[in-house]
C-alpha cells in the first residue's frame, strides 16, 4: 500500500504533463531543454521508440537513432522530466513487441519499421 500524499503529488505530476499516446515502434521528436551556462535552447533527438518501461512518475522510454558514421545512438528518457519540452510522433510503426532491442543488431533495411496505417 502507497503513501496517499505521494500518490496524490504523483498525479499532479501525471497531470501536469501533456503526454502523447505512443508506443516501442514509433517514430517521434523528443525536444530537450539544454542549458549551456546561463543560456538555454532547444535541441530535438529524433528516433524510434525501442522500449517503454515504469509506470506512474518513474516511467521511462529509450529512443534509439541512426547518428554520423552509422553509429546507433540511445537514449533513456524519464516521461515527466522537466528538461522535456515537447514530444511528438511523426510514425507510427507497426511491431509485434514490446521491446525491439533486437535493432541493435540490425542495419539498413533489415532495422526498417513498417507504418502502420488506419
Known sequence: MRNKYIDAFENAQIAAKNVPEFRA????????????????????????????????TGETFIIRKIGANSVGVERIFPIYSESIEDIAVLRRGRVRRAKLFYLRGLRGKAAKIRELRK
Not at 28 to 50: H, M, P, S, Y
Open 25 to 56: 515502434g514509433d517514430t517521434l521528436r523528443v525536444a530537450i531543454r539544454i542549458k549551456e551556462g546561463d543560456k538555454t535552447r532547444i535541441q530535438n533527438f529524433e528516433g524510434v521508440c525501442i522500449a517503454r518501461r515504469g509506470s506512474g
